[in-house]
Every structure is written in C-alpha cells, then in structure tokens.
C-alpha cells in the first residue's frame, strides 16, 4: 500500500497495461518527452520507448483516427486528447466512428481503444479548457464511459479500459490530479459498470462523479455533523454501463435523490438517472429527486466565477437539508 | 468541354507490356465486372429494389481495378460512401454487395450498413466511411499497426476531390508523412464535389496533387481512366509502402458517368462534357488495349459473357433473399454482442 497522486495513478495505470501486453500502444500530444501536459505520463516514454509512446501533432482528428485504425487492426492504443473541449474538434471519431463501426458492419469491426482526456473545471482556464463533457459521450450507443474520483480507481478502472473489447472513453478531473489516496501494490483491475457506496447512511442517497464526489462526501460529512442528517454517497464511476442496480437499491434504503453533476443541466447524466428512478422506483421517494448541478452557463475564468458556477460543498449541503426539511 | 474537366496529361505511358496476359485479363474482368454491376445496381435502383442512396463508380472502374488488381493479399483498402467498386474490386461476392443494395438478409452486413458502409474485414476491405475525410487518419492507424508490428501489409485510402479540402485530409497527410507510415491516398479526382465543380472552390488546379508539396510528398497525377497506368503507379506506391519509405498521394482524373448519388441527374454538367469523356470510357480503353495485344475478340467476349451471367445470377439471389431478420436490430452494438448499456 502506498500513497499516489491521482496523476501518478495515470502514468502507473497506463504502464501497467503496457507491460502486460505489448499491443498497448499510447499516442497523444506532448505526452511522451514532455510527460503530458499535466506531467500524468511522465517516464513513459523512458520506460517503454518511442515506438508505443509517440508524440502526435496537433491533429485531434488524426490522433483519434489512427487510434481507431490501429484498433481495428490489432492493436489496444490509448489516445490522450488533452483538453475534454477538444472533443469537439475530433467528435466524429466519437460520435460517428468508433461506437457504429461494430454495429453496422454487423461486428466485422472491432474498436478496442480508449481515450483518455482532462475533464472539468477549478483551473482557472474559462469556457474552453474547463468544461465537464462526459454527458456528451454518454448519449452515444457503442461507447462506453468512465470517470474515476480517486487514484486507485484511475488505475484500476484505465485497465479495466484497455482491457475491454468496446471503445471507452476515459474522464480524468484535472482538479483532481494533485489530490492522493491510498493504493495497494501490485496489478490493479476494476470493472467497468459498477457504482461505488463510498458512505454509507439512510437519509438520503446523493450521487457523484469525479471531483463532485469528494464534495459530495464533505457536504454528507457537513450535513451529519451539523444537523444529524445521515447521506449515501454513490460515486457513480461509470455512466456506461451504468450500474443501476446499485443506485436504486440505494434509493430503496434512502427513499430520497440528488445528484451532484459538474457538467451544464441541460442533459446532465444526473437527468437520465433521475428518469430511471422515476420510472422504475417512484413508490421509494418520499421526495422529489433534485439535481444539482453547473448553471446551464459557460464557465467563466475569475475564480470567485467558476467556484460559484460548481456544485459546491456549501451548496450541496443546503440543497440537500433544504429539501429534506420540506 | 468546360475548363472543370480537362482530359488527363499524356505524359504517363499507358501501356504495361510487361504485366503478361493474365494480370491484363483480370484488370479487364474487374474493370467489366464493376461496370456492370454498378449499372445493375442503377437499374435495381429505377424498379425500386435498392433503397436508400447509392453513389455509383461507373466512369471511375479503372482507379478501383488498377489499385486492387496490385494489391497483395492483406492489404487494406479504405473507402468512401462511394464504395461498391472498391469493393466488388477486392473479391467480394457480388451477390453481397448488391444484397446489402437491397437490404436483404444476404447482404454483406445483413442489411445494417447500407450502400454507404460495405465492408469485408475478410477481403480486407476495412470499411466505407460516409463522412468526408474521416477514413484518412484510420487508414494512418491500421498503417501505424502495420509498422509497429513489423507486417508487410499496406493501406489504401480512397477518396474524392471534394475530400482535399476537409481537415482530415491535411491531419492525415501530415501525420502520415512524419510517421513514415504504409499507407497510399488515393484521390477520384472526378472534378465535382457534389454538384459544384472542385476548381470553383479550390486554390490549386490539382486538389490533391498541388496539395503534396506541403507534406514533403511527390506530386503525382495520373489518367485515371487508363487502368495500367493506374496499375503502374499503385505498384510503385505499394512497393515504396512497403520498404518502408513512407506514403503516397496518388491523383487520378476521371470522370463519373452518373450523378454524385442516385438523386443526382447531374444536370450541372456543360453539353457535350459527358460525351467527351465517355470517348475515354475507361472499359473501353481497355478493351483496345487487350485487342492491341493480341487477344481474341472472342476471348474478350467470352470474359464478358461470364460476367454478365454472374450479375444476372447475383441479382436473382438477392431477389429471392429475404430480408433481415428483425432480432438483429439492437444486435453488435456492444462487444457483447447486444446493446444493454445498464444493469
């Protein structure tokens, strides 16, 4: 067991899946000889060369698209774009590629590739190095996708990732990067679709992903101190596959919902939760389900802006007493 | 003739005299065979049995037959929505191909690709990708496995005029270059994006061919229409891929006989420019060719005969097939096998 930054977890995690199988290849930019730009590659390159860590130019779509020739054709690349904005550069390998190719080819073609990319906002950098963009994934069929909170997860769910036959899109939080945690020695797998009850308590189930999960978990610390009230707290980790079961048998328990969602509300992952629990679990709420989330709003770059614009531990803390005592 | 469509140079010699009868009969029975089923497709087309769109090669054979008559077995070919030829080309039965046109159960992907998407990962036809440019950097990608992996096999990215001026083409054609990557870009250069002339939108006269210089690549354009010059140049590209000395751009000019998708009638096109260029028919440049070495009408005929029995056999099975079975709907969506994005 030792103590890791969730950026030391990327590099570990990545290394421990080249080391197992040399089809793991890694691509990206500024991520071999400069380390990545958030240094969560560094001694990658050194470690195993420049034929599987290569430097890309600045061509998101280049660097997508060889990802996904390169998976189709035996090898497991990881892709880094380096900003998640950036997606929208190179969004038809996400959105038209890698998840249709299987389908209509009636599964001729096989896309086992995973992009990994910085995610979310308390950079200071504004509306376009900033933005939570996992909601724009998630409504793909074919993909699947991930967010991790902690550097143990990072690890075991990147090789839960390149260990999976489907393309997974990888959501690493760059406010999270310098944060730690524990992490056992040795080889770390996860699986992919599975939810996480990281606190325990009866009162209500509040889920989250990513950095919003150690605010969820302050803000249920914060609630039970100072007024005895008892949250869950799911981290959410996957939102496809979504573990569903994990959810509603939390709500089951709690009778009560909120979500903690860093992306804008329109079409936040939190929304299509809530409608499976209204479908599925509506007789266990004794309260409507409350999302909370970003303003559907750019993020501005002035601190005092962007941590407002989040969910914070203040907010969600009264959001959820407030609703609780209605 | 509008200035859009010149003929091809003639500095190219057209003649392969050292190709030997065999490689010039199967140059000849591709070219015919695409040919004549992209004319069946048209005509199943008109009685309502293909739906959906269709974007014929007919005019364009001699590129699709010259570059996959010089392939080896392995190598890879990329396509564009305008795919049937490219196809058909590598060996993929016909049947299949025309009954993914009919949307039926024998179809190449049972009916869940469409004209726009034939792919046979068996004959190494790695997809047709309808969004302009994007098979460019995934033909990078299956080459970058071909290097690292130290196999001999090439990758061939078809394409069209219009492609040149998307971003992918240029990411793609760096990239390739500065990885030094086994890959050949091939541009259709038939002078229309869609309906609108390619020079009326483009800075150079050679949309592909003037753009080479700025990736450190040859320029090269060749007459399309001829199919042993486009078998030359392919085997000289396949050759260079293959020592690893990096990519091509190869332009073809040529010409499409139809309009850009069967909703096209094409009427765009000057008087007299269709005409011009069926003059340099590329089917019937070559037939020239096998008569100017020496083969018999009748083997020509008998070549053709076989073909014509193979179209008319193909598209009763397609006729007869049924269509798709309904359970395959939410089917290969995952590696699973299904579509199940929750528990």
């Not at chain 1, 409504?139 to 839960?160: E, F, H, N, W, Y």
């Not at chain 2, 050949?184 to 592909?208: G, K, L, Q, R, W």
């Not at chain 2, 260029?277 to 020239?288: F, G, L, N």
Request: aromatic fraction near 8%.
């Amino acid at each position: 067991m030792a103590e890791l930054t969730y950026r030391d977890a990327v590099a570990r995690g990545i290394a421990q899946e080249m080391a197992r199988d040399p089809d793991v290849v890694f691509l990206g930019e500024d991520v071999a000889k400069a380390g990545g730009v958030f240094k969560a590659t560094v001694g990658l390159l050194e470690q195993f060369g420049p034929l599987r860590v290569r430097d890309t130019p600045i061509s998101e779509q280049a660097i997508l698209g060889a990802a996904m020739g390169a998976a189709m054709t035996g090898l497991k690349p990881i892709a880094e774009i380096m900003f998640s904005d950036f997606f929208a550069v190179c969004f038809d390998y996400i959105a038209n590629e890698f998840g249709k190719s299987r389908y209509m080819t009636n599964g001729q073609v096989k896309c086992p590739l995973v992009v990994r990319t910085g995610n979310g906002a308390g950079s200071r950098f504004g509306a376009q190095h900033s933005q939570s963009v996992e909601n724009w994934c998630m409504m793909i069929p074919g993909l699947k996708v991930v967010a991790p909170s902690t550097p143990r997860d990072v690890i075991g769910l990147l090789a839960a990732a390149v260990r999976d036959p489907d393309p997974v899109i990888f959501f690493e939080h760059k406010s999270l990067y310098p944060t730690k945690g524990e992490v056992p020695d040795g080889e770390i797998v996860d699986t992919l679709g599975t939810a996480k009850i990281v606190r325990g308590g009866g009162d209500a189930t509040i889920l989250a992903l990513a950095l919003m999960v150690p605010r969820a978990v302050q803000a249920a610390d914060k609630l039970k101190a100072e007024h005895g009230i008892d949250c869950e707290v799911v981290d959410v980790r996957s939102l496809v596959p979504l573990d569903t079961q994990t959810i509603l048998g939390s709500v089951a328990r709690t009778h009560r919902l909120f979500t903690v969602e860093e992306n804008p509300r329109l079409c936040g992952w939190g929304a299509e939760i809530v409608s499976i629990v209204a479908d599925e679990a509506f007789y266990d709420l004794d309260g409507p389900p409350v999302r909370i989330t970003t303003p559907h709003i750019p993020l501005p770059a002035a601190d005092i802006l962007e941590d407002l614009a989040l969910p914070s531990v203040e907010r969600i803390a009264e959001r959820v007493r407030r609703s609780l005592a209605s | 003739m509008a200035k859009t469509a010149t003929h091809a140079p003639a500095e190219h010699p057209g003649i392969n005299d050292d190709i030997g009868e065999e490689l010039r009969l199967r140059l000849y029975r591709t070219q015919f065979k695409l040919r004549e089923a992209e004319q069946r497709a048209f005509d199943l087309f008109l009685q309502n049995l293909v739906k959906g769109t269709s974007h014929l090669s007919l005019g364009q054979e001699a590129v699709a037959a010259g570059f996959a008559v010089a392939m080896q077995p392995g190598d890879l070919s990329f396509c564009t929505y305008r795919g049937h030829a490219h196809t058909l080309a590598r060996g993929v039965p016909i049947e299949q191909v025309l009954g993914e046109l009919m949307q039926r159960d024998n179809g190449l992907m049972r009916g869940k690709g469409g004209s726009m998407h034939l792919t046979s990962v068996e004959r190494g036809v790695m997809g047709s990708y309808a969004i302009v440019g994007a098979h460019l950097p995934i033909a990078c990608g299956a080459a970058w496995r071909a290097q690292y992996k130290g196999q001999k096999d090439v990758s061939v990215c078809f394409f069209g005029d219009g492609t040149t001026n998307i971003g992918a083409f240029h990411e793609a054609l760096n990239f390739a270059a500065v990885w030094k990557l086994p890959v050949i870009f091939v541009c259709e250069n038939n002078f229309y994006m869609e309906y609108t002339p390619i020079s009326e939108v483009t800075a150079v006269a050679h949309p592909a061919a003037d753009r080479a210089a700025a990736y450190g690549l040859e320029r090269i354009v060749i007459d399309g229409n001829d199919a042993d010059v486009v078998y030359r140049t392919a085997s000289s590209a396949y050759q260079k891929a293959r020592a690893g000395l990096g990519p091509s751009l190869i332009e073809c000019l040529t010409y499409r006989h139809s309009g850009h998708s069967r909703a096209d009638p094409a009427k765009y096109r000057p008087d007299g420019e269709l005409e011009k260029w069926k003059e340099r028919d590329p089917i019937k440049i070559y037939r020239e060719r096998l008569r100017q070495f020496g083969i018999g009408e009748d083997a020509i005929r008998a070549i053709e005969t076989d073909v014509k029995r193979r179209v008319d056999a193909a598209t009763e099975t397609c006729k007869a097939a049924p269509p798709p079975a309904l359970d395959i709907l939410t089917t290969d969506v995952y590696a699973d096998g299904g579509f199940a994005w929750r528990n």
